[in-house]
């Protein structure tokens, strides 16, 4: 199995520096296709909008903070309806499938791709593949139409269920093409688009009138170019529950410790933004920053003065955090998930022993109380703000494969729905940069040591000029972290 490659990019270069980075269309490989009109041009909601239709050179930058001088930058293609389109209506039949880890919203999306083609477009034949890539050589497929997804983005998971590894592109692109399915419609993370775009290869080269979308899906925020992930809003809400619990706990306890582990493998945002929300968080600990018990400076003497200076405190915690320290006082672990993720060691329930052992060693009183609610986090039904955002990627995604553009991630840039080329969605991972602003605006409101030796920042980020770091900008990653997912074998 291959990693998607940037050989095939297509890249447009244009006056100023400008640069689009595009996605590949069914005319690329298929040149004589026939197009129809949009029906939307007929639909009464619709067709009184001005300007309703996307121009076909509208495009959005990938940098919204530019330099006086500088190139234009990076673009992406805009996502929309166009006034062609190369399917007609009764000719689609679509499918929709969800990999990977749960997250808030993957219901509504599937509603939302559901109502998209029947209500906008007319399409009558959208099929749900059951329990992720492996469905597609299952039997079992799931019927969608409006009527069947009418209430199902009020609940949480997802009602085609999903599950890791089973991914064969040939047998999943063979599925594809006996089923005589021509939209493909596929929520994941990172692992899952890199498997979409192996399918899309796949179809390409066997010449298929197929169009291959993704739709991205990572409750821990680390899928790069996007500004945030569906669910991301939902989670952070949610986290706060276990965080004023924690912080009930703590106060009124003697000498209280509120400790809340929250998801994020290899990215924090989760526990950053929780974090920052809250604003009852004494100490924040992510994958990103690195941090040492013992000593001078260290977290367990951190604990001691926190503990001093007002009786309690809460310390959240992500759950990649430390997973060094762990590995130096147990055995290597080197187990994988079917999806060839690294499995974690639980470093809540460890750090949580070894803050209780050096208190219990100085006998000094310290009541701890742990608190995971994972899994609680990631089963609520989205919330408000993300069903919006999940509404209109399914309408994005949908337009686009009409319009005939695939091998693409439907994602929002700088606040605009775009269509993003999946070779830059799979190439690295979205990380924390505690380098940056948003990490040092953490540190001043829970005013927590940063750990941080000047020898722990890399040269290269010394030598950065200080101003230009723009507020909010998304954190591509300057600190290198490893790559964490390995290619999947079967
Ligand atoms: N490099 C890859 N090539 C093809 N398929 C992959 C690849 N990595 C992961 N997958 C498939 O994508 C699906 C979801 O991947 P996983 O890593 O579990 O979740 P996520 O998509 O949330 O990252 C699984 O079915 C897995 O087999
Ligand atoms: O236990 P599972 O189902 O493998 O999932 C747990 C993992 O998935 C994650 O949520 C990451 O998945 P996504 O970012 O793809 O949503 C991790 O934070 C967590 O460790
Ligand atoms: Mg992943």
């Known amino acids: ?42 639909n009464p909601a619709y067709s009184v909008v001005k300007q309703y239709f996307v121009d076909a ?68 034949r959208i099929l749900g593949i059951d329990g992720g890539y492996r469905g597609f050589y299952a039997k079992n497929t799931i019927p969608l139409d409006s009527k069947v997804v009418n209430d199902i983005h009020k609940r949480g998971g997802t009602i ?60 821990d925020n680390d899928i790069p170019v996007i500004d945030r992930s569906f669910g991301f809003d939902t989670a952070v809400e949610e986290a706060q529950r276990a965080i004023n619990a924690a912080h009930v706990e703590a106060e009124s306890n003697e000498n209280g ?35 040492y018990l013992e000593g001078e ?28 320290l762990m590995s130096k006082s147990m ?46 986090i990631r089963a609520v039904p989205s919330n408000a703000s993300d069903n919006v955002y999940c509404t209109l990627l399914a309408q994005s995604a949908v337009h686009g494969a009409m319009a005939g553009y695939t091998g693409y991630t439907s994602g929002l840039v700088n606040g605009r729905q775009t269509y993003i080329p999946y070779y830059r969605i799979t190439e690295k991972q979205n990380h924390v940069v505690i380098t940056d602003r948003m990490w040092a605006r953490l540190l001043s409101s829970t005013n927590q040591p940063s750990f941080l030796g000047t020898k722990d920042i890399p040269e290269e980020k010394k030598e950065l000029p200080v101003t230009p770091l723009p507020d909010g900008e998304k954190c591509d990653a300057v600190v290198d972290i490893p790559p964490v997912t390995k290619e999947v074998t079967k």
Request: hydrophobic share 35%; aromatic share 6%.
């Open 257 to 291: 410790i509120g400790f809340v582990k929250l998801m994020g493998r290899y990215s924090g945002f989760i526990a950053m933004y929780a974090t920052l929300a809250s604003r009852d968080v004494d100490c924040c600990l992510i994958p990103e920053s690195p941090f």
């Open 57 to 124: 050179d509208d495009s959005v930058p990938e940098k919204i903070v530019v330099h006086k001088d500088g190139p234009r930058g990076i673009h992406f293609r805009r996502a929309g309806p166009r006034q062609k389109v190369y399917f007609d209506s009764d000719e689609v039949h679509a499918c929709i499938v969800t990999c990977g880890g749960l997250c808030p919203g993957l219901n509504t999306v599937i509603r939302e791709i559901v109502s998209s083609l029947s209500c906008m477009y007319g399409v009558n």
């Open 1 to 42: 199995m291959t990693s998607p490659k940037r050989n095939k990019a297509k890249i447009v270069n244009g006056p100023g520096g400008y640069i689009l980075h595009d996605v590949p269309h069914l005319i690329d490989y298929l040149p004589d296709l026939p197009t129809y009109p949009n029906p939307l041009q007929d």
């Open 331 to 376: 055995e290597s672990n080197t187990l994988e998930d079917a999806s060839g993720n690294k499995l974690l060691k639980d470093v809540g329930l460890w750090l949580s022993q070894s803050i209780k052992d050096h208190f219990k060693k100085n006998n000094m009183v310290m009541n701890l109380k742990y608190i995971d609610p994972t899994y609680m």
């Open 160 to 219: 085609l269920g999903t599950s890791r590894g089973g991914h064969d592109t040939a047998k999943i692109v063979d599925s594809i093409q006996d089923r005589g399915i021509n939209q493909v419609y596929i929520i994941g993370g990172d692992g899952t688009q890199r498997g979409a775009s192996v399918i899309f290869e796949e179809i390409r080269r066997r010449g298929l009138k197929v169009a291959v979308v993704g739709i991205p899906k990572t409750i």
């Open 297 to 324: 400076g260290g977290l367990l003497e951190f604990i001691e003065r926190r503990l001093k200076e007002n009786g309690h405190m809460v310390i959240v915690l992500a759950e990649g955090a430390g997973q060094d």
